[in-house]
């Protein structure tokens, strides 16, 4: 078989494809017997008309889908025969396309396919790799929010009304014209006013209150939504309880143990080494995004429009799918239909860009995931979930959800190659 090549784009290919006379006739051949063996005509036992009189007759049929077989097999062959590697769906130029016996067949199709990709040095990488530390300012200021968070408050008895710092109880209830808010009421509800609890109107609105007294106000809350200008104006209704004190628990060691620590001690240890692991995590993600932004601004790649136009189209068709299996409009669904083609050509493009990247680190560094190593880490991942790790493994081969697990431990590996190639950031110095 004859293929031409003929390089439109860094993604695009143009193939003409000359499939030989002796493919041709053969497969010609084979479908005139094929509808022989089928064909029932008057005058004639079934699988007996002669082919003459098919070829005469059914001919325009028989070439028709002679084509619609000979070109996706020899389509396929010329991919492989010129190592191309192809994405999204072909575009045909058939217009031209004649078979007859004893001729080639002749076809050209544009194929949209990987480009080719020169990796940059990792080196010029440049990501952040000052260590996580912690300092003992951070551990104070988180133990400090658990202890605000089981405080408790106790009724005061006081002969005044309410001041611009004290802790206060109040039943509320909430209304949009007139019409209760779902949630939106509370029993013997304890705020500290001036601590953002609340709305500041609804705050202001209690400070000169007495205990006993009940008020009404009404707040404006701005729409989030484009299309409405004016602010949404709910009315809360509130009754001040009691006037009350704050206390906190002591740090010792039944706070600790409060918090299921064995005493006060281990509890600050664990607590700062979590802290110390969730900045690593973070910092680990942060330095992920750094390499992949980077690679993606230094790497020129197109991504055909074909195979971005193919996805978004899908993606839109499958979300409208599952809002008609919701029962949900767009609009409950806080999707915004006229921006979200948009939105997702650009983030298709922008992994797409990312996939094709990474493949290329994988390919270049021969990296990959073994099954033993899948295994471990879905074990792994079991155990943390406090599940059977034989159960969660079966889970996740009928659900077909291995394969992302690979996927992402692939990821992880080029992450790790990147971010250990990459240089140190250049911190900025402040004087």
């Known amino acids: 078989m004859k293929v031409e090549v003929e390089h439109l784009t860094s993604s695009s290919v143009r193939l003409r494809i ?3 006379p ?44 002679t084509i619609q077989r000979l070109i996706p097999s020899a389509l396929e062959e010329a991919i492989v025969q010129e190592g191309l590697a192809p994405v999204g769906d072909p575009d045909f130029e058939l217009d031209d396309v004649e078979l007859e016996n004893g001729r080639s067949l002749n076809f050209a199709t544009v194929v949209s396919i990987k480009p080719q990709i020169d990796m940059p040095d990792y080196s010029t990488l440049k990501v952040d790799k000052s260590p996580a530390n912690v300092e003992r300012e951070e551990v104070d200021k988180y133990i400090e929010q658990l202890r605000n968070r089981d405080a408790s408050f106790v009724p005061i008895e006081v002969d005044r009304s309410v001041c611009e710092d004290d802790c206060v109880r109040i039943d509320w209830e909430s209304s949009i014209e007139g019409q209760p808010i779902e949630n939106g009421s509370g029993q013997d509800s304890d705020i500290e006013l001036g601590k953002g609890s609340f709305h500041p109107d609804i705050e202001s609105a209690i400070v000169g209150m007495e205990v006993g007294e009940s008020k009404t106000t009404e707040v ?62 973070l910092r680990r993600l942060e330095q992920q995004q750094e390499v992949t932004d980077q690679l993606i601004e230094m790497i020129d790649l197109e991504v055909p429009s074909s195979m971005v136009d193919q996805y978004v189209e899908q993606s839109i068709k499958n979300i409208e799918q599952q809002l008609k299996r919701d029962g949900q409009t767009a609009e409950e669904a806080d999707i915004n239909l006229s921006t979200l083609p948009e939105e997702l050509r650009e983030s298709t493009i922008k992994q797409t860009k990312l996939n094709w990247i990474f493949d290329k680190v994988a390919e270049n560094e021969n990296i990959s995931v073994t099954d033993d190593e899948l295994d471990l880490n879905v074990r792994s991942v079991a155990r943390q979930q406090d599940r059977d790790p034989e159960k969660y493994l079966s889970l996740l081969r009928a659900s077909n959800r291995l394969d992302s697990y690979r996927n992402e431990l692939r990821y992880q590996k080029i992450c790790d190659l990147l971010i250990e190639s990459a240089s140190e950031k250049e911190k900025l110095i402040i004087t």
């Open 18 to 20: 000359e499939i030989p």
């Open 220 to 281: 404006a809350f701005e729409d989030e939504s484009d299309d409405v200008d004016e602010p949404t104006l709910t009315t809360f209704d509130f009754t001040l309880k009691a006037i009350t004190e704050k206390q906190l628990p002591e740090l010792d060691d039944a706070f600790a143990k409060s918090h299921e620590y064995e005493n006060y001690d281990q509890m600050y240890a664990e607590i700062w080494n979590d802290l110390v692991e969730e900045k690593k995590r």
């Open 22 to 65: 002796e493919k041709v006739d053969q497969e010609l051949n084979r479908n005139y017997q094929e509808l022989r063996k089928s064909l029932s005509i008057p005058g004639f036992r079934k699988g007996k008309v002669p082919v003459n009189m098919i070829k005469s007759r059914f001919a325009d049929h028989v070439k028709a889908d």
